[in-house]
């Protein structure tokens, strides 16, 4: 062994040595260049979209949070007004990144029914402990076809426990904890669960189209009438009946509450009741 080494050539080791730092600085020096060629450069927008958003990473927008959404935001895939969970100054803030113009309103979620207890069932419920399930059965244990099942779906569905099943039977907002992200709304089989500007005051909380004390009192006690006493009352012309259903155009409405007064079922309710 030690003649073998004896007989190596020292200039020998010394080439081999130099070719393989050659070709080690080659080999880095194309893996550098290509590196910086191939590299995948992520838009600067993003990231600066990204840090207007929320944070909420709720996925009421239909993305998986909000980096995916800021992305689809950058890429044109997204609408800005899809997170409601972001204030209408950081969507400003977040369209002028964009270089686009934005009419954005911030809104808040409301129930529209307050059945519950005041709902005739037409049946008791022993099943899955679900508004979906329920539904399925003969659309659910209240005879108003429009009513709140109060199982609870929004309430699961919701990441902030901003929703409640009350004492009274029907889905709650806690105004303190919601942030608007919509997740709710799409739980609901009833479609109950609805935006409204943040700015009003009032909100319908009914659904039931039906039309008279009659046919209304039949099934829920609390229910709209259609009678268009609200709309008679109200000094602005803001409400209208749409199929027996009294309806606010917020665009007319001042909160001035003549027809939360008047209206005989009391259903239009204030958005955030104060303490009286």
């Given at each position: 062994?030690l003649?073998f080494i ?8 010394l080439?081999?040595t ?5 070709l080690?600085?080659?080999f880095?020096?194309?893996?550098a ?6 590299a995948?450069?992520?838009?600067e927008?993003?990231k600066q979209v990204?840090?207007?958003l ?9 993305y ?5 959404f800021?992305k ?5 895939k ?9 204030s209408?100054?950081n969507k400003?803030a977040?369209?002028?990144i964009m270089?686009?113009?934005?009419d954005a309103e911030e ?10 207890k005041?709902a005739?069932?037409?049946?008791e ?7 979906r399930s329920?539904e ?5 244990r209240k005879?108003?076809k ?11 569905s919701?990441?902030?426990s901003?929703?409640k ?7 709650q ?9 919509g997740?709710c709304?799409n739980s609901c089989p009833?479609r ?6 943040a700015?009003?005051k009032y909100y319908?909380?009914?659904s039931n189209c ?6 209304v ?10 009678c268009?006493l609200?709309?008679k009352?109200c000094?602005?012309g803001a409400?209208t009946l749409q199929?027996?259903?009294?309806v ?11 027809c ?5 079922s009391?259903?239009?309710?204030e958005t955030?009741?104060q303490?009286?």
């Amino acid at each position: 062994m030690l003649n073998f080494i004896s007989a190596v050539n020292p200039m020998t080791i010394l080439y081999s040595t130099l070719v393989l730092l050659v070709l080690a600085l080659v080999f880095g020096v194309t893996l550098a260049v290509l590196g910086k060629k191939l590299a995948v450069h992520e838009d600067e927008r993003i990231k600066q979209v990204r840090e207007k958003l929320s944070g909420a990473n709720c996925g009421g927008c239909g993305y998986a949070g909000c980096d995916a959404f800021a992305k689809a935001v950058v890429e044109g895939k997204a609408d800005i007004n899809a997170c409601s969970a972001t204030s209408a100054e950081n969507k400003k803030a977040i369209a002028d990144i964009m270089g686009q113009s934005i009419d954005a309103e911030e809104t808040m979620i409301v129930v529209a029914c307050r059945g519950g207890k005041y709902a005739v069932d037409k049946y008791e419920y022993m099943g899955y402990g679900n508004c979906r399930s329920m539904e399925l059965l003969g659309g659910g244990r209240k005879q108003c076809k429009w009513g709140c099942l109060g199982m609870g779906s929004c309430v699961d569905s919701c990441p902030f426990s901003a929703m409640k099943v009350g004492e009274d039977g029907y889905a709650q907002v806690d105004r303190e904890k919601c942030v608007a992200c919509g997740r709710c709304i799409n739980s609901c089989p009833k479609r109950l669960v609805k935006r409204v500007p943040a700015s009003a005051k009032y909100y319908v909380a009914c659904s039931n189209c039906l039309r008279g004390a009659k046919e209304v009192r039949a099934v829920c006690t609390v229910g709209c009438l259609g009678c268009g006493l609200c709309a008679k009352v109200c000094p602005n012309g803001a409400i209208t009946l749409q199929n027996n259903l009294a309806v606010i155009d917020y665009s007319k409405c001042t909160g001035c509450g003549i027809c939360a007064s008047k209206c005989p079922s009391k259903c239009i309710l204030e958005t955030k009741p104060q303490d009286k």
